[in-house]
């Protein structure tokens, strides 16, 4: 079996795209379901629904910027507010996703008696999130990136939402949940749609399903369409929305569709939004859109691992991509080389110096798409190789000081030690022969979490893989190889510094020797 093959999921589960006509008819019949619940949008925009591809916007015609392309009523929005379960999760003093996640699979239990059937029978039963990926294709596809751990981490997390909450719902209501539609399977399921669907609404409401606004795809830094939403004031328990603005602070992490902090200020004056009026949310095009141009949105400026958490997919050549090394790798490294006693004082003085950041289970440093690592990375590696008489200087130096920010001794010191005063943080003084030496060994053990495959190998098996039968398979590809390009660009960014730092010395020490005449 080659590489390629290898990768194939193995459960023999494909999705069943759907037949062009069958496509034709879900949405017309949602279109029937918005019309009779007050959706409105514009006659410009075409809904393309395609067996490979699922639903995109397009534009029918040339549009203008502001224009407001589509209006969605807040109450025909899928919220924990509006849901026939409404009663039962407040009542078990439930809330946000977990709450929104048990308002789907009840108006999905109701079938076609649920005001949202029209909406329900559009969506897919789960989107392919990492997620709801078998455990086995999670280590098979992931192994290595920087979402294998986390996507573990979340299936253990939300098994465990389900039976600590959703079981005991099941025992208290058993009239009123139907536990076929509220397994765990299902809470999954559910999950998935949320993290790829959802949108903050607004005080009131919080993040709910808002049909039609989740018609649209992805461009990263290139969108079209901003979602806009005003805070309803008479709904609010809150005194502070009067200016009618979601609170952008307020989104957590994994929101999906991360509104950028502009969106709903900038629209908002530049479009033509109808004033004041609070029940309605908008799409708002933020630039002209040409005639048979797909109309993208923006879920926020995420990397190919956060867009294939979250949403299922990935880009080629995304400029938002990172690599993390974690803390734990450095100290692997380090004990290779030095005793135990010399990788816990260096560490130990460089936290003190204030330089980590996060607890100490989580720490990492980043390294930047163009292979850049974070500078608290060359701090610490330089530490770890400081001469043993300027280490204990620092030091003492440090504990002496109690707090190293308060001293402007150890300031001096430290800017001393680093050159960083001279070089007004330039990295370059800490790129000495060690520290490029140890980047280069860190790109190599954090490389080797990969496993066996070289990037040479993942890139053929991604060239026969199709985007559109193997997407599990397509995306974890283009996320290994993305990583493994900016642990390549470091490598470079390692031995170029190196030879830059060492050839401008070397600049220096031969204009010294020829001023003195040597
Ligand atoms: C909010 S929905 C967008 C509408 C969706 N295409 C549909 O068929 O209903 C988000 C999902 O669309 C897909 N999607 C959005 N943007 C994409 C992109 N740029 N490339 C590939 N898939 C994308 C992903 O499956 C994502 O989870």
Redesign the pocket.
Known sequence: MSYAESLKPWNGEKSVPLSLHMATRRLRAFKRWMKSNGFEWSDALDFVDTPE????VKALCEMKEGDVVAKMPKEACLTIKTSGACEIIENACLGGYLGLAIAIMYERSLGEESPWAGYLQ?LPQQ??LPLVWTIDEVNHLLCGTELHQTVQEDKALIYEDWSENILPLLDSEPSKLNSIFFGVEQYFAAKSLIS??SFEIDDYHGFGMVPLA??????TGAEDVHFTALSSNYESDDDEVDEGIVDEEALPQNTSMDKTEESVVSDMECSSVTEDDTSMLEMVLIKDVSSGAEVFNTYGILGNAALLHR???T?QDNAYDIVNIDLELVIQWCSSLFSDRHSRSRISLWRRLGYSSGSENSEYFEISFDGEPQIELLILLFIIFLPDDVYNKLDLSVAIAGNCHESSETTLLIDNIFSLKESKMSMKPLLTKEVCDALLSLADIRESLYGLKSIEDDIEALEKCSFVGDKKVYHSLVLRISERKILQKLRNYASKSYKITNSSSARKKLKRATKRGI
């Open positions: 591809d699922g639903i995109a559009l989107e392919s790829s669907r989740d018609l649209f795809n992805h461009k949403y299922g997919f880009e």
